[in-house]
């Protein structure tokens, strides 16, 4: 995957490397400078499962497998992982649940795991999005608002404006919802994964 900039934005969410589904996750473990993101969506709500606490995902492709979370504490750990929200498993690789397959959830360290507020259509609208902000040469360059290229401010997902009224008019039109998936994308964007 070509590494994006502040101005471009290159990231390809379809990178099998990078975004595996569950029929292309590596076969061996990583090495300590490779990174890979299984990012699911949360389709049921958690329940008791041999080895600890989980629920129902669906990747990218569609397949459907349990996550199971066998921290400590379970149950409280799993509670931001609601319906309609994403799992992105760090590194995850297939346990064998007999007689299906899914993930063991045995860290709750962000490192291996986190959540994204929004579901896998609206993380494919945001990442549309930045490309096409990024071909029009508007990524990172000028205000998500009004397009002005003056007196940059950035948010803290690097969406950028001309001022606080800008800023203020995006946040309550959706970007309440959409900064926190944004600046994963951003993150991703920039990371080298290999
Ligand atoms: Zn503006
Ligand atoms: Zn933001």
């Known amino acids: 995957m070509i590494i994006g900039t502040k101005t471009r934005y290159t990231l390809d969410l379809e990178d099998v490397m990078c975004f595996p589904d569950n029929n292309h996750i590596p076969a061996a473990p990583p090495a300590p400078d490779e990174r890979w993101v299984i990012v699911t969506e949360v389709l049921s ?6 080895g600890g606490l989980g629920f129902v995902v669906k990747d ?3 397949d459907r497998f349990p996550v199971v979370f066998a921290t400590p504490t379970a149950a409280r750990d799993v509670r931001r992982y609601k319906p309609g929200r994403l799992i992105c498993l760090v590194n995850g690789s297939l346990a064998d649940f007999r007689p299906q ?7 709750k360290a962000s490192a291996y795991m986190f959540m994204l507020p929004c579901n896998l259509a609206m993380l494919n609208r945001l990442a549309a999005r930045l490309r096409a902000q990024s071909d ?11 397009k002005a290229h003056t007196a940059l401010r950035s948010c803290g997902c690097r969406t950028r404006y001309c001022g606080t009224e800008c800023q203020r008019t995006d946040w309550n039109n959706g970007h309440s919802r959409e900064c926190k998936v ?4 951003i993150v991703w964007n920039r990371t080298e994964w290999w």
Request: net charge positive.
């Open 45 to 50: 709500n958690p329940a008791p499962r041999p």
């Open 101 to 107: 397959l899914g993930y063991f959830v045995r860290n």
């Open 60 to 62: 990218k492709s569609g």
């Open 182 to 185: 944004i600046k994963a994308l």
């Open 136 to 146: 029009a040469g508007e990524f990172g360059q000028c205000c998500n608002v009004c």
